[in-house]
Each structure stands twice: as C-alpha cells, then as structure tokens.
C-alpha cells in the first residue's frame, strides 16, 4: 500500500497564501510500483468533489479555470512529494484539500488518496 500525508491546511485571510504539502510513502510486497499522475481535489460540503490541480511524473501540470494563475504545483520526484502553493485565495477556495497519486506496478494500478487538510479562507 502506498500511502499519502498532507500537511499545510489551516486558516487565511483572503488574499493571503498557503502551501500545502503530500508526501507518499509504503511499498507493494515483491514489486516494484511507479507513482504517476498526482494532483489536489478539494471539497465544501453538499458539493461534489473538484479537481483543483495535477501534475504529470514528467512534470506537466493542469489547472481548473477557477485556480490558474493563484495557484502552483510542484513535484519532487526523488522524494514522492508534491506541493501546492495557493496565493490571492478567496473564501471560494474554502475546502477540504485531498491529495491523490495513481500507483502501478506489473499490471494492476489503484489510486492512493490522503485524508484531507481543511483550508479556510476569512473574508
């Protein structure tokens, strides 16, 4: 199993920043497993869960319309880390944050969720 850890979350003005960080860690017993796409969705209550950002093992990234241009992801590959560094954020942005990363090995392949960092934006 590989798991993820997020830290970062907490409580902001708006237009203020905050980084989050997910850092995976574990192993699949007799193989060796890639982690490849990872990204942030993000989460308010009632509502379904939004892709914020994601970001390739080769370092290519993708952004909802609503974040591009505030938001920025980042990944280490050596050490199974991505960061998201949120500038200018506004209530709107108020969620729940999850990290995912999509895991393989021989033929099979999950995705690893964390458990969530809430992020609060004050008006």
């Known amino acids: 199993q590989v798991q993820l850890v997020e830290s970062g979350g907490g409580l902001v003005q708006a237009g203020g920043s905050l980084r989050l960080s997910c850092i995976a860690s574990?192993?699949?017993?007799?193989?060796?497993?890639?982690?490849?796409?990872m990204g942030w969705f993000r989460q308010t209550p009632g509502k379904q869960r939004e892709l914020v950002t994601s970001?390739?093992?080769?370092?290519?990234?993708n952004y909802a319309d609503s974040v591009k241009g505030r938001f920025t992801i980042s990944r280490d590959n050596a050490k199974s880390t991505i960061d998201l560094q949120m500038n200018s954020l506004q209530p709107d942005d108020t969620a729940v944050y999850y990290c995912?990363?999509?895991?393989?090995?021989?033929?099979?392949?999950?995705?690893?969720w964390g458990q969530g960092t809430q992020v609060t934006v004050s008006s």
């Open positions: 995912y990363a999509g895991v393989s090995w021989d033929r099979f392949s999950y995705t690893s």
């Open positions: 574990g192993s699949i017993p007799g193989s060796d497993f890639s982690i490849n796409t």
């Open positions: 970001i390739s093992s080769g370092g290519s990234a």
